[in-house]
């Protein structure tokens, strides 16, 4: 190792309700659910994540966008994006944006085959989409390295 990746990755799955989040461990190599935070206001939703990326030693947030046919920010997009601009406003953060096509699809096919009861199943998949999103960055910049 290098010692060029030394920081932890937020990655951010915004929703009009929930906001989950994901985190790499220090080699930047893999992804994991770290925890759904409950929408409140964009800066109360910048604030939050910006003191979980400092808490965990992050210095890179990924905020997931998604695209209309166009190549367009689609309206989610287009509010993910202004939290991304919220989040660089009030920190030091880099701030990248992923676009997160089918995550949450992803994420749900992965609780049905974990073999995960079917209480357990009804929970939202924000954190996890976030981290199906953060291995998705991690992986496609590792293969750019």
Do not use: C
Not at 23 to 49: C, F, G, M, V, Y
Not at 93 to 116: M, Q
């Amino acid at each position: 190792m290098d010692g060029s990746h030394t920081r932890k990755v937020i990655a951010v799955d915004w929703g009009a309700k929930r906001i989950g989040l994901a985190i790499s461990d220090s080699t930047q190599t893999l992804a994991r659910p770290l925890t759904i935070i409950e929408h409140k206001s964009r800066k109360e939703n910048a604030k939050r994540i910006i003191e979980i990326a400092n808490e965990m030693g992050a210095d890179i947030v990924i905020i997931g966008v998604t695209y209309s046919d166009g190549n367009e920010l689609s309206p989610s997009g287009r509010s993910a994006f202004r939290l991304a601009k919220e989040v660089e406003a009030y920190s030091n953060l880099r701030i990248f944006l992923w676009d997160e096509e089918f995550t949450t699809v992803e994420a749900k096919t992965a609780h049905i085959l974990s073999g995960k009861s079917r209480e357990k199943k009804r929970k939202h998949y924000d954190d996890t989409a976030a981290a199906v999103l953060l291995q998705d960055y991690l992986d496609r910049n590792k293969n750019a390295s």
